[in-house]
């Protein structure tokens, strides 16, 4: 997945003044920066939701020549939060991802999705009736049902996933995650919005750092997360920390200077 | 296998609704047949009507007089009644989805109140046109009008509302609320320009009624109603995915722009051609859907014909109760349902307050 020269413009305001984006199959690339920075904005631009100037391309097909059914072939999108008007249950809205997926045929997947998000047997709850952290899981096993293989006919599939351990327990957090690690690995591509920046030291391949509508600067989770960063893009003297043994750094709040 | 309980109580995890939809299209046709044969046998004539009906099934002659009771009276009240139904029924499904709302219905976005206008604009002012006009568009002046009416505020209000091929469903249903209210004001203007016998056609048309049943306007309306009804058959998807948002629709595949263009024409459609033949018949567009979704739940792949289905029988309904509750005069059909279907609106209200902060 290829973006070039992203801008993006919603009324008068430009929100993101060309935005260079290259996320690689295999990989969970994360986007992170401080609120308002135009991470959402550009993950609405790769999905094809926003109107965008520039090239973003997926496979090699640039996503503005593509037909809705065929990007929805190509990529799931999760938004970060979905209401639902009627009263449908679970299994009802899991299903609406198979419908519109190529993997119509199968459907065992509705069931398998929901056991992926720790959701089995919530089947014929009303998802009306959920917790918001439930709700997301039903949402995201709704987009797995989409694109259940993470590769197809040799192309990779793509998760864009928009904050979505935003509301969920810790628990949940490394389940919704470990299925978007998962997917990776099966070969396709993962691109995801975060906040928790443990969190994504743990499980991102590849980090870009969004600031004020650009790219701040991307690179491994190692390589981009320091004290540089935390000045310059979050405004605050806050001194990365490395686990001696693993090499993962971690944000420890407590660390910070006193100004 | 694991018991879910969904917050009633019920136990539902043996029970998927697809199925039970399928057996409620079933259940529903033979309602629609079985009203069809009580509304062909009911009426103001004598009963010698439902011997002749059945002479007329088993092949034997039947009287003149029967013959155009049953021809020219009942059976193209029947043909318009079942239009009419299925067609606000439909409207009112293609609506709530557009809307995202259970209780938006072509009544509310100005639909209806426009083809009232196109109605009563062609019944005062149609005396002033010129004989020729008059004589080539004929009985059907107020039937086209109404359709115009219609046709003309789903492009305003498609105007209004839509920016660079968006359509904002907020500025779209708050734009109907003000093109409705100026339909309103502008037939208020024209009331006051009409006689008596004029006020008595308004009055007549405006509570709804199948009573001025003609084959000619059965065959008026039933192209544009069954296109339009046939048509919103392939919406489900669409309108299933637009529950969830037009931006999650969009992520699944659905062509979301496209899709509401061709939800709001066969809306046009199926009301302007409903109101145009039989008046303001309302609270079916609200009613049937919400009872079908009581029933087999929200999914639009069979609440779309369910509710075609269901309305058409419960206008036939509607219609016998108009006709025999103050027979041999009849009641206008608008009220009955008015009667029926305003509490189950408030209902709906009532059940929706607290638990969406409606």
Redesign the interface.
């Given at each position: 997945m290829k973006g070039e020269n992203i801008h993006v413009k919603l009324g008068r305001k430009e929100i993101l003044h060309g935005v260079d984006f290259d996320a690689e199959p295999g990989k969970v690339t994360a986007i992170i920066g401080p609120n308002g920075s135009g991470k959402s904005t550009l993950l609405k631009a790769l999905s094809g939701e926003l109107e965008s100037y520039g090239a973003i391309s997926l496979n090699g097909h640039s996503i503005s020549e593509l037909k809705p059914w065929q990007l929805a072939a190509m990529r799931g999108v999760l938004p970060q939060s979905s209401t639902v008007a009627f009263p449908f249950t679970v299994l009802e809205i899991v299903r609406l991802g198979l419908a519109n997926g190529l993997a119509a045929a199968d459907d065992s997947l509705p069931a398998k999705a929901l056991a992926h998000v720790d959701l089995a047997g919530f089947e014929h709850r009303s998802y009306q009736n959920l917790s918001g952290g439930e709700q997301q899981r039903v949402q995201l096993a709704r987009v797995l049902t989409q694109v259940w293989d993470a590769t197809y006919h040799d192309q990779p599939r793509w998760l864009l996933l928009d904050e979505p351990v935003a509301s969920l327990d810790i628990a949940h957090q490394f389940t919704v995650l470990g299925v978007a690690r998962k997917f990776a690995t099966q070969g396709g591509g993962v691109v995801v919005v975060m906040h928790d920046l443990n969190l994504t030291a743990l499980f991102a391949d590849y980090v870009y750092v969004m600031s004020e509508g650009s790219v701040w600067g991307s690179g491994t989770p190692t390589a981009i997360l320091n004290d540089q960063t935390m000045l310059q893009v979050y405004g605050i003297d806050l001194p990365i920390s490395t686990l001696p043994k693993a090499q993962v750094p971690f944000i420890l709040p407590q660390a910070m200077r006193q100004t | 296998m694991?018991l879910?309980m969904?917050?009633d109580g019920l136990n539902?995890?043996a029970?998927d609704?697809r199925v039970t939809a399928r057996r409620v299209t079933l259940a529903l046709l033979a309602l629609l047949v079985f009203t069809s044969i009580c509304s062909i046998s009911v009426g103001a004539s004598d009963a010698s009507v439902r011997a002749a009906f059945a002479d007329l099934i088993a092949g034997r002659d039947i009287s003149d007089l029967d013959r155009i009771v049953l021809w020219d009276i009942r059976l193209p009240r029947l043909a318009m009644g079942i239009l009419v139904g299925a067609a606000l029924a439909v409207s009112g499904v293609v609506m709530q989805g557009l809307f995202?709302?259970?209780l938006a219905d072509p009544g509310i976005v100005g639909v209806s109140a426009g083809a009232g206008l196109g109605a009563i604009s062609a019944i005062i002012l149609g005396a002033y046109l010129p004989a020729s006009i008059l004589a080539w568009v004929g009985n059907s002046l107020v039937a086209v009008a109404a359709f115009l009416g219609g046709w003309t505020s789903v492009l305003l209000l498609y105007r209004v509302s839509t920016r660079g091929g968006q359509t904002s469903v907020a500025t779209m249903l708050l734009a109907g609320i003000a093109l409705g209210a100026l339909s309103g004001a502008v037939s208020g203007v024209l009331v006051y320009m009409a006689d008596d016998q004029q006020l008595r056609d308004l009055t007549f048309w405006g509570m709804g009624s199948l009573a001025g049943a003609t084959w000619t306007k059965a065959a008026t309306a039933a192209p544009i109603i069954l296109i339009s009804v046939f048509t919103a058959q392939f919406l489900a998807?669409a309108l299933?995915?637009m529950?969830?948002?037009e931006?999650?629709a969009?992520?699944?595949?659905?062509?979301?722009q496209r899709s509401k263009n061709i939800a709001i024409l066969a809306v046009a459609g199926a009301t302007g051609a409903a109101v145009a033949v039989s008046g303001g018949i309302g609270f079916i567009g609200i009613v049937v859907p919400h009872l079908l979704?009581l029933a087999t739940?929200?999914?639009h792949h069979r609440l779309l014909m369910n509710s075609a289905l269901l309305g058409a029988s419960l206008l036939l309904c509607a219609d016998m109760i108009s006709r025999l509750i103050v027979a041999p005069a009849e009641l206008p059909i608008g009220i009955v349902t008015a009667i029926l279907g305003a509490p189950v609106f408030l209902w709906i209200l009532l059940r929706r307050h607290g638990?969406m902060g409606m």
């Amino acid at each position: 997945m290829k973006g070039e020269n992203i801008h993006v413009k919603l009324g008068r305001k430009e929100i993101l003044h060309g935005v260079d984006f290259d996320a690689e199959p295999g990989k969970v690339t994360a986007i992170i920066g401080p609120n308002g920075s135009g991470k959402s904005t550009l993950l609405k631009a790769l999905s094809g939701e926003l109107e965008s100037y520039g090239a973003i391309s997926l496979n090699g097909h640039s996503i503005s020549e593509l037909k809705p059914w065929q990007l929805a072939a190509m990529r799931g999108v999760l938004p970060q939060s979905s209401t639902v008007a009627f009263p449908f249950t679970v299994l009802e809205i899991v299903r609406l991802g198979l419908a519109n997926g190529l993997a119509a045929a199968d459907d065992s997947l509705p069931a398998k999705a929901l056991a992926h998000v720790d959701l089995a047997g919530f089947e014929h709850r009303s998802y009306q009736n959920l917790s918001g952290g439930e709700q997301q899981r039903v949402q995201l096993a709704r987009v797995l049902t989409q694109v259940w293989d993470a590769t197809y006919h040799d192309q990779p599939r793509w998760l864009l996933l928009d904050e979505p351990v935003a509301s969920l327990d810790i628990a949940h957090q490394f389940t919704v995650l470990g299925v978007a690690r998962k997917f990776a690995t099966q070969g396709g591509g993962v691109v995801v919005v975060m906040h928790d920046l443990n969190l994504t030291a743990l499980f991102a391949d590849y980090v870009y750092v969004m600031s004020e509508g650009s790219v701040w600067g991307s690179g491994t989770p190692t390589a981009i997360l320091n004290d540089q960063t935390m000045l310059q893009v979050y405004g605050i003297d806050l001194p990365i920390s490395t686990l001696p043994k693993a090499q993962v750094p971690f944000i420890l709040p407590q660390a910070m200077r006193q100004t | 296998m694991t018991l879910a309980m969904d917050h009633d109580g019920l136990n539902v995890a043996a029970l998927d609704r697809r199925v039970t939809a399928r057996r409620v299209t079933l259940a529903l046709l033979a309602l629609l047949v079985f009203t069809s044969i009580c509304s062909i046998s009911v009426g103001a004539s004598d009963a010698s009507v439902r011997a002749a009906f059945a002479d007329l099934i088993a092949g034997r002659d039947i009287s003149d007089l029967d013959r155009i009771v049953l021809w020219d009276i009942r059976l193209p009240r029947l043909a318009m009644g079942i239009l009419v139904g299925a067609a606000l029924a439909v409207s009112g499904v293609v609506m709530q989805g557009l809307f995202r709302n259970p209780l938006a219905d072509p009544g509310i976005v100005g639909v209806s109140a426009g083809a009232g206008l196109g109605a009563i604009s062609a019944i005062i002012l149609g005396a002033y046109l010129p004989a020729s006009i008059l004589a080539w568009v004929g009985n059907s002046l107020v039937a086209v009008a109404a359709f115009l009416g219609g046709w003309t505020s789903v492009l305003l209000l498609y105007r209004v509302s839509t920016r660079g091929g968006q359509t904002s469903v907020a500025t779209m249903l708050l734009a109907g609320i003000a093109l409705g209210a100026l339909s309103g004001a502008v037939s208020g203007v024209l009331v006051y320009m009409a006689d008596d016998q004029q006020l008595r056609d308004l009055t007549f048309w405006g509570m709804g009624s199948l009573a001025g049943a003609t084959w000619t306007k059965a065959a008026t309306a039933a192209p544009i109603i069954l296109i339009s009804v046939f048509t919103a058959q392939f919406l489900a998807r669409a309108l299933n995915g637009m529950a969830m948002g037009e931006a999650v629709a969009q992520h699944m595949g659905i062509p979301v722009q496209r899709s509401k263009n061709i939800a709001i024409l066969a809306v046009a459609g199926a009301t302007g051609a409903a109101v145009a033949v039989s008046g303001g018949i309302g609270f079916i567009g609200i009613v049937v859907p919400h009872l079908l979704r009581l029933a087999t739940g929200p999914d639009h792949h069979r609440l779309l014909m369910n509710s075609a289905l269901l309305g058409a029988s419960l206008l036939l309904c509607a219609d016998m109760i108009s006709r025999l509750i103050v027979a041999p005069a009849e009641l206008p059909i608008g009220i009955v349902t008015a009667i029926l279907g305003a509490p189950v609106f408030l209902w709906i209200l009532l059940r929706r307050h607290g638990t969406m902060g409606m």
